[in-house]
């Protein structure tokens, strides 16, 4: 059986310039448990927002709380994918998404919240299983992404990273007013 180790964040040296301010953003010392802690506070944060408030826009052209959990979703989907074959060596270049394409196309919101907050639940379950089984030569594995090399360690914290930031957004553009 194989014992659980801590995730710590990576080196700077483990990513590109482009994922830096989402690594930071993490802030924690434990990537599984933040990953947790995350889970926890967003899905608490939308779960008992009234459907007016689940499909405002700040502004023209801005996504709605729904459109930003699916947008979530597609990106730690992306990032997973991206760390399970680079922890498997494979060194094929993978390309970057176009985020803004990807909403626009979800549909989102025309879908009942609780069945984003259900699909989302299960991503990251299944994220979390997946960061738990990579050894530590696994999570060092570097791939390119984007045009960027990226360690496993690095996607890990980026999803996490980037799911802060957009807790920013909803908690400061969304919530405050």
Known sequence: MQTQHIITPPAPEEYGSNMASYVQQAR?????????ASYVYITGLVQG?????????????????KEMMVHLIDAERIF???ALRFARQDKTEL??????????????????????????????????ELFK????????????ASGKEVSVRA???????????????????????
């Open 95 to 128: 390309h970057s998404f176009d985020e803004n394409l990807y909403a626009q196309t979800s549909k989102a919101d025309a879908r009942d919240i609780n069945s984003i907050i259900a699909e989302y639940t299960s991503l990251r379950t299944s994220t979390i």
């Open 28 to 36: 924690t010392e434990d990537l599984i448990e933040g990953l947790t």
């Open 49 to 65: 927002l009234a459907e007016e408030q689940l499909l405002h826009r700040y502004a023209e052209g801005k996504w709605s709380i």
């Open 80 to 82: 997973s994918y991206r």
């Open 155 to 177: 996607l890990g914290y980026t999803i996490l990273g980037h799911e802060v930031h957009h807790q920013k957004i909803i908690r400061e553009r969304y919530l405050k007013a």
């Open 133 to 144: 089984s990579f050894d530590e030569e696994a999570l060092q594995q570097v791939g390119v």
